[in-house]
Structures are given as structure tokens and as C-alpha cells.
T-cell receptor, first 113, second 111 residues
Framework: QQQVKQSPQSLIVQKGGISIINCAYE??????FPWYQQFPGKGPALLIA?????SEKKEGRFTISFNKSAKQFSLHIMDSQPGDSATYFC????????????FGKGTHLIIQP | DADVTQTPRNRITKTGKRIMLECSQT?????MYWYRQDPGLGLRLIYY???????NKGEISDGYSVSRQAQAKFSLSLESAIPNQTALYFC??????????FGEGSWLTVV
């Protein structure tokens, strides 16, 4: 049973465009929703995270939109740059992440110059 | 120096052999984790530990064991490696705000 479903699997966006990655979850006990960015040969690194008491969080060009009733959350990358090309993982957890994260399967994002 | 260091970074081993992946961290965090990454499957939690005396199974613990030798050290063992354990393995720690910091990974190939 996959508890966090991520789409699309791969995404190509032109430089300057908006990249959108979506995730849906099933477990209503989840209370922490981070996004991780992974470059080839590196471990994932936290990009941005949200808790369900807010509907949106913005950090620079990165925004998480959260819809609690629909059990969905998404990552928006504004003004996408070639340096944003990476694999992105959404994740969810209970207890704020203390027991580890349940990850989506990842989205391979390519930003074309 | 990396905050979370994994050794070895790459290893090829034969089916049935015992293999240990080691992890050390300099961040002073109590919580440590082992994840496995497979192409198209994301990362899955193998084991996690809140301190030296507290070790917990994750989603896919079968076929693996762990040892928390000290606050800074957490090792993962495959007692009898099999080919479907070929994967990229990540060690991680988390801070009191539950931000998880990953090492750079250990590629393990079982032939």
C-alpha cells in the first residue's frame, strides 16, 4: 500500500516556467509534509516543509500548497532554472517526522535552457 | 567534512555474504535512520533509532539488522546478502525539529 502518491514521474519545463509536482496521501494522521531535493550522487536535502495548520508556505521561488480536505499537497517552483534540475520527493509523517518519513516515488525534473 | 558519513560508498558483494554499512554523524543528534532507495520507488525506511537503547523496525526491515554503537554511530548489516538487496542505502539523522539530514549514500551491488 503506497501511502504517498506522487506525480508526474518526470517533468520537463522551460527555463523561466513554473514547475508543479503533486502528491496525495491517505493517512489522515500525517502531520508533517516535507519536500526533498536530490542531485545525482548526493543524498536528498530538505527543500521546504509544511504542517497541516496552514494552506500555503513560500520560501523564495518554492511554494507548497496544501489541501487538507482533498489530502493533497503540491510543490510549485516559480521561474524555474536549469540548476533546479533534480529529483524531487514529497514525504509525509506522523509525530512531526520523529518516526521517519514515508516518501513518494519521486519526480525527475529537467529545466531546459 | 560531511555531517553524516557513510562507508563504504560503493561495494560489490556475493550472494550469501555478510556485509556491513557504517554510518557516523557529527551533528550530535539522537535520532538516526537507514533508508533504501531503488529507482522509481523512492526511499523506504529500514530501521530507525532514537538512542543507543531504542531501535525500531521500519517499513522494510526483513533481511536487515542494525547496531547503534554510540550516539554518533549506526551500522546496517545484511547477514546473508541477496541480489534484490542491490540498492542505494542512505543513513540519516534528524534534529529536534525533525529535519532529516542524509549522508551521500552507499551503493551496494549483490551478485
Amino acid at each position: 500500500q503506497q501511502q504517498v502518491k506522487q506525480s508526474p514521474q518526470s517533468l520537463i519545463v522551460q527555463k523561466g516556467g513554473i514547475s508543479i509536482i503533486n502528491c496525495a496521501y491517505e493517512n489522515t494522521a500525517f502531520d508533517y509534509f516535507p519536500w526533498y531535493q536530490q542531485f545525482p550522487g548526493k543524498g536528498p536535502a530538505l527543500l521546504i516543509a509544511i504542517r497541516p495548520d496552514v494552506s500555503e508556505k513560500k520560501e523564495g521561488r518554492f511554494t507548497i500548497s496544501f489541501n487538507k480536505s482533498a489530502k493533497q499537497f503540491s510543490l510549485h517552483i516559480m521561474d524555474s532554472q536549469p540548476g533546479d534540475s533534480a529529483t524531487y520527493f514529497c514525504a509525509a509523517s506522523i509525530r512531526g517526522g520523529a518516526d521517519g518519513l514515508t516518501f513518494g516515488k519521486g519526480t525527475h525534473l529537467i529545466i531546459q535552457p | 567534512d560531511a555531517d553524516v558519513t557513510q562507508t563504504p560508498r560503493n561495494r560489490i558483494t556475493k550472494t550469501g555474504k555478510r556485509i556491513m554499512l557504517e554510518c557516523s554523524q557529527t551533528k550530535g543528534h539522537d535520532r538516526m535512520y537507514w533508508y533504501r532507495q531503488d529507482p522509481g520507488l523512492g526511499l523506504r525506511l529500514i530501521y530507525y533509532s532514537f538512542d543507543v537503547k531504542d531501535i525500531n523496525k521500519g517499513e522494510i526491515s526483513d533481511g536487515y539488522s542494525v547496531s547503534r554503537q554510540a550516539q554518533a554511530k549506526f551500522s546496517l548489516s545484511l547477514e546473508s546478502a541477496i541480489p534484490n538487496q542491490t540498492a542505494l542505502y542512505f543513513c540519516a539523522t534528524s534534529d529536534p525539529l525533525n529535519t532529516i539530514y542524509f549522508g551521500e549514500g552507499s551503493w551496494l551491488t549483490v551478485v
